[in-house]
């Protein structure tokens, strides 16, 4: 059976750990790695960080959720280079990751889990 993890990718790195502390809460047993800000503690994204978050995340799996759009680029540019299922959430950053968890501790297959993160999608 293959494993499904949460990869999350923010700007800030207060805000990525607050919906880590948050999901920590509901789903204990699934796999999370997240990556926020930049080295320095300064606000960005950037690749290298991005991959080694996907990389250190044991799932074969992966929803990856993000904030904004640069995170989504990097997200979308360490899919092309990793040989996981990489599964980029357009929603909401706390409610889409904190549903898919939830979901996931709960025992739902992705089909569930995909479907209720439609009903959440942003359509800019």
């Known amino acids: 059976m293959t494993q499904i993890g949460i990869v999350l990718v923010s700007h800030s790195r207060h805000l990525a750990q607050g ?5 920590s809460e509901v789903a204990k047993d699934v796999p999370l790695t997240y990556c926020g800000g930049l080295e320095d503690g300064s606000i960005g994204t950037e690749f290298s960080r991005v991959e ?3 990389a250190n995340n044991p799932a074969d799996t992966i929803l990856a959720f993000f904030d904004l759009g640069s995170a989504r680029m990097n997200m979308e540019m360490v899919a092309d280079f990793s040989d996981k299922d ?3 959430q357009s929603v909401p950053i706390v409610e889409g990751s904190y549903t898919a968890a939830a979901l996931l501790q709960a025992g739902a297959p992705l089909d569930t889990i995909l479907e209720q993160l439609a009903e ?3 359509n800019k």
Not at 19 to 23: A, G, N, Q, S
């Open 19 to 23: 919906v880590v502390d948050l999901i």
């Open 52 to 54: 080694e978050t996907v």
């Open 86 to 88: 990489i599964r980029i």
């Open 120 to 122: 959440l999608q942003i």
